[in-house]
């Protein structure tokens, strides 16, 4: 059964970049049939969609936080990568990493993390 | 992007009843591309619902999708206790993917 778990520091400072890891087990990240996700959740926003990556690096990333966000991807340690840069109070969320397929009728998240809360704060 | 609007916000009702929950879209949703999660509190969102009315693995036959264009809805036939939680709808059919802002199912 696939599972997914991040990690990364809870407590961010304004201005400075948020970096999460997803680490992946129960099936291979170089899978032709999936790609990786973060999705985050606040109280003020509901559930936002970052981004996807595919194990060959491609990546999509929502546009209203393209300019900040860089997916990357490691495929000898079954781990997927977030970084967001410039962070604010608005970015206080928990943030979820998550499956979905490769085709568009697939593109739902099947298997998701636990979450992690990140707080951006002084 | 597409905006999903659900409602009610919370919906109060008591084991047994009869629930439906509606996921309204800005713009039509092509082929049918919108799912359903359930979350309780502290944990990830569950898959329900895939394709509007495909039940995902492990799913009970009490859950119902159904809708098409930009009406959607879930129908929960008889609420267990278990059922009590947050309902998410997500589109699917256009970039980004986007997520309603759920509807709170509460014990009556």
Known sequence: QLQLQESGPGLVKPSET???????????ISSRNDYWGWIRQSPGKGLE???SIYYSGSSYYNPSLKSRVTMSVDTSKNQFFLRLTSVTAADTAVYYCARRGTWLETYYFDSWGQGTLVCVSS | EIVLAQSPGTLSLSPGDRATLSCRASQNVVSHYLAWYQQKPGQAPRLL???????????PDRFDGSGSGTDFSLTISRLEPEDFAVYFCQQYASSPITFGQGTRLEIK
């Open chain 1, 18 to 28: 948020l970096s999460l890891t997803c680490n992946v087990s129960g099936g291979s």
């Open chain 1, 49 to 51: 969609y970052i981004g």
């Open chain 2, 49 to 59: 619902i895939s394709g509007a009315s495909r039940r995902a693995t492990g799913i």
